[in-house]
């Protein structure tokens, strides 16, 4: 199955500039005019800094996601989305056997959503975390079907 989340990130990064451009705005407006504007320098304050919490939320979870777990090896990829032309230094491409995959979590808050994959190396057990935000809750759905299908396999191979 292959999912990827690539519908949701395509406007990020005009989210983000809208943002910034907001911000800026604001600030502007205020400066020019003053109280007329805003009735205190708090809702300025306040104004920027849900803005710059904006930017920083959207940074972080803005990743595009791609997941296929077609064939001997469970491919997945992910990239930032806002910066990923100048600075790539969230690449991470992860290929894991079938076999080796033991166990999965899905942690969903209101959010955030991160997936989990724990898998046994040559060496030892170890785990990989994966920021799936931008991921529908279909997809979601989908991802865990085919996850637990995968580790249910492996359990009975055991």
Do not use: C, W
């Not at 005009?14 to 003053?34: A, K, N, R």
């Not at 959503?113 to 809750?137: A, C, D, E, F, H």
């Amino acid at each position: 199955m292959r999912l990827t989340n690539y519908r949701a990130t395509k406007f990020l990064p005009g989210i983000y500039f809208f943002t910034i451009v907001l911000g800026i705005v604001t600030f502007f407006l205020y400066q020019l005019m003053g109280k007329q504007f805003l009735p205190s320098i708090k809702y300025l304050y306040a104004l920027e800094s849900l803005v710059v919490i904006a930017l920083i939320y959207t940074y972080i979870n803005g990743k595009y996601f791609e997941f296929d777990s077609e064939g001997a090896l469970i491919g997945i990829y992910t990239r930032g989305v806002i910066f990923s032309e100048v600075i790539n230094y969230r690449d991470k491409r992860f290929d894991l056997k079938r076999e080796h995959i033991y166990k999965y979590s899905i942690l969903n808050l209101f959010f955030y959503k991160r997936l989990t994959l724990y898998y046994k190396s040559s060496t030892r057990k170890q785990k990989i975390k994966i920021n799936i935000t931008l991921l529908s809750p279909r997809k979601t759905r989908y991802l865990r079907k085919s996850l637990s299908k995968l580790v249910r396999q492996n359990s009975k191979s055991l």
